[in-house]
T-cell receptor
Framework: QKEVEQNSGPLSVPEGAIASLNCTYS??????FFWYRQYSGKSPELIMFIYSNGDKEDGRFTAQLNKASQYVSLLIRDSQPSDSATYLCAVTFNAGNNRKLIWGLGTSLAVNP | NAGVTQTPKFQVLKTGQSMTLQCAQD?????MYWYRQDPGMGLRLIYY???????DKGEVPNGYNVSRLNKREFSLRLESAAPSQTSVYFC????????????FGDGTRLSIL
């Protein structure tokens, strides 16, 4: 069974620090990796995607992918209280002729002023 | 530009009642999705529509039906509501035919008594 695992947290970091969120996945054939942010009581919001090994930066966010070790990370630099949310990792894998998206349960991040 | 609009936002039903959740997007997206989100279970795909006129089952389709009325609208129907269908329902859309939703609606909080 294909799985995506995340530490549920809460991960607590002080304002201005780097928050590091990790996600592991079970299928070596997975091709695409996504990070969503979900504020309490709100809908998920796509914030990053990465397809190739290495780092991808977008503002204060960096996604890191290591396919050999089957993990993908999200780094948030200069963390702000407004970054406090649950971060969902999602991974695609091939299922026959279809491509499916598997979601992790999310990591709760708390940024303390 | 409203994005993805879901109605209603809240609903309470009695067991056995039926209802339709409405979803519309104004971004000219091809693919649309219905998810449910439950504590400890994460996001689970109910149905998706890769393009107008097509629909496919997701992970948890039992007890639901969908209609892709046109490119903009994708509705979810509960024919005979059961307490196990108490959940938060999200509609989402994406521009391509992949399986990574880009934009989510605000959600429908549905309680079945």
């Amino acid at each position: 069974q294909k799985e995506v695992e995340q530490n549920s947290g809460p991960l607590s970091v002080p304002e201005g620090a780097i928050a590091s969120l990790n996600c592991t996945y079970s299928d070596r054939g997975s091709q695409s990796f996504f990070w969503y942010r979900q504020y309490s009581g709100k809908s998920p919001e796509l914030i990053m995607f990465i397809y190739s090994n290495g780092d991808k930066e977008d503002g204060r966010f960096t996604a890191q992918l290591n396919k050999a070790s089957q993990y993908v990370s999200l780094l948030i630099r200069d963390s702000q209280p407004s970054d406090s949310a649950t971060y969902l990792c999602a991974v695609t894998f091939n299922a026959g002729n279809n491509r499916k998206l598997i979601w992790g349960l999310g990591t709760s991040l708390a940024v303390n002023p | 530009n409203a994005g993805v609009t879901q109605t209603p936002k809240f609903q309470v039903l009695k067991t056995g009642q039926s209802m339709t959740l409405q979803c519309a997007q104004d971004m000219n997206h091809n693919s649309m999705y219905w998810y449910r989100q439950d504590p400890g279970m994460g996001l689970r795909l109910i149905y998706y529509s890769a393009s107008e006129g097509t629909t496919d089952k997701g992970e948890v389709p039992n007890g639901y039906n969908v209609s892709r009325l046109n490119k903009r609208e994708f509705s979810l129907r509960l024919e005979s509501a059961a307490p196990s269908q108490t959940s938060v329902y999200f509609c989402a859309s994406t521009t391509d035919r992949g399986h990574q939703p880009q934009h989510f609606g605000d959600g429908t909080r549905l309680s079945i008594l």
